[in-house]
Nanobody, 125 residues
Framework: QLQLVESGGGLVQPGGSLRLSCAAS????????IGWFRQAPGKEREGVSC?????????NYADSVKGRFTISRDNAKNTVYLQMNSLKLEDTAVYYC?????????????????WGKGTLVTVSS
């Protein structure tokens, strides 16, 4: 069964850090661009960060997280990470990862082929 599983969410104080993981099973992420998305209560889902398929280090970040979040991939572990530092109250959301089979070395936030079920991040004092 092909699936993505997110983990690493939890409760953190403002200014704290979390690292989210997106692990794939049933397929290799080598040929997929990976995106992280989030959806806060009452808001639409938004793209947070993405990384291109294996073979390139192209990444993209939403303006709201630039300089605070870092996306990376561990090909040996078939996993993509989202390191989140200097967390703010407004980062509270369910975070999802998604995979897009890619024929180039770019990434984006549309046309995703597989989605995880999400992990909750709560930033609160």
């Amino acid at each position: 069964q092909l699936q993505l599983v997110e983990s690493g969410g939890g409760l953190v104080q403002p200014g704290g850090s979390l690292r989210l993981s997106c692990a794939a099973s049933g397929f290799t992420l080598d040929y997929y661009a990976i995106g992280w998305f989030r959806q806060a209560p009452g808001k639409e889902r938004e793209g947070v960060s993405c990384i291109s398929r294996r073979g390139s280090t192209n990444t993209n970040y939403a303006d709201s997280v630039k300089g605070r979040f870092t996306i990376s991939r561990d090909n040996a572990k078939n996993t993509v990470y989202l390191q989140m530092n200097s967390l703010k109250l407004e980062d509270t959301a369910v975070y999802y990862c998604a995979a897009d089979y890619s024929y180039n070395y770019y990434c984006g936030y549309s046309g995703m082929d597989y989605w995880g079920k999400g992990t909750l991040v709560t930033v609160s004092s």
